[in-house]
């Protein structure tokens, strides 16, 4: 049995039936979801920032941000890491205001649309996003911001909540898509380059594409709800603590 087959530099698949089929559910099905549910998050490096560092760091990061895989991924990491590192403000500073600056660089973040993203497997950029909500939640925040700070985060909920509602689905992807009805020698799975039929061959390669976009649409929608039920949970612990 043929494997799959490896990812392009573009993140797309060589066609082939039943493998390519399989490669994509294996890459957003429940095991994936579990193995990015428990992946650390980016490691913060460097001493904390001072206000201005954060303002300065905060503008050049958001000129990182582009609907495209890459750039993505380097704002939400970057991001992260500069939330982390300015968490907490150095002896002398104005904790609400440095924190009201943390406020908008993670809301900035937290209104990227990932679902723009098109060149690339989005899982891990919704949960590089949903980490920076979460640690907005976790942040030791002035009583006086802890309003803002929660209906920040009750509003990328509601709309990472639309997002996941947003991906219609008909039906379950199967394991190995079978070839048009009077293919000679039809096997579910089997390589469309087999089929010398051009007209059959052709209908067969776009049943692979459609299978293969069910699968992700299917794995998308079940990776936001679990990450949208994490992050309730988070935020709700961190507000029934500081009450």
């Known amino acids: 049995m043929r494997g799959p087959q490896p990812q392009r530099s573009d ?3 060589e066609l082939r039936g039943g493998a390519m089929t399989r490669a994509i559910q294996s890459g957003i099905g429940p095991s994936c979801i579990a193995l990015l549910l428990s992946m650390p998050v980016f490691a913060a490096q460097g001493p904390a920032l001072d206000l201005a560092s954060i303002r300065t760091q905060a503008a ?13 991924r380097t704002y939400f990491a970057s991001i992260y890491a500069l939330l982390a590192k300015s968490a907490t403000p150095p002896s002398g500073e104005q904790p609400p205001e440095r924190y009201r600056q943390i406020l908008r ?3 900035d973040a937290l209104t990227k ?4 993203v098109a060149d690339w497997n989005r899982l891990p950029l919704y949960k590089a996003q949903t980490d920076i909500a979460m640690e907005l939640c976790t942040l030791a925040t002035p009583a006086a911001l802890r309003k803002a700070y929660a209906q920040a985060s009750s509003t990328y909920v509601a709309s990472l909540t639309a997002a996941a509602a947003a991906i219609h689905t008909e039906g379950q992807p199967s394991l190995n898509v079978s070839p048009p009805e009077g293919t000679p020698n ?3 799975g089997m390589d469309p380059a087999a089929i010398k039929d051009p007209k059959a061959r052709a209908a067969y390669e776009a049943s692979i594409r459609a299978n293969a976009q069910l699968s992700a649409a299917v794995g998308e929608r079940m990776y936001l709800q679990q990450r949208i039920a994490t992050l309730r949970s988070v ?3 961190t507000t029934n603590e500081t009450h």
Do not use: F, M
């Not at 050049?60 to 993505?72: L, T």
């Not at 649309?113 to 723009?116: C, K, L, Q, S």
């Open 11 to 13: 993140g797309g698949y």
């Open 60 to 72: 050049v990061i958001e000129k990182q941000w582009k609907a495209r895989a890459p750039d993505a």
């Open 105 to 107: 660089v993670a809301n």
């Open 113 to 116: 649309n990932v679902a723009a």
């Open 186 to 188: 039809a096997v579910a």
């Open 235 to 237: 935020c709700k612990q």
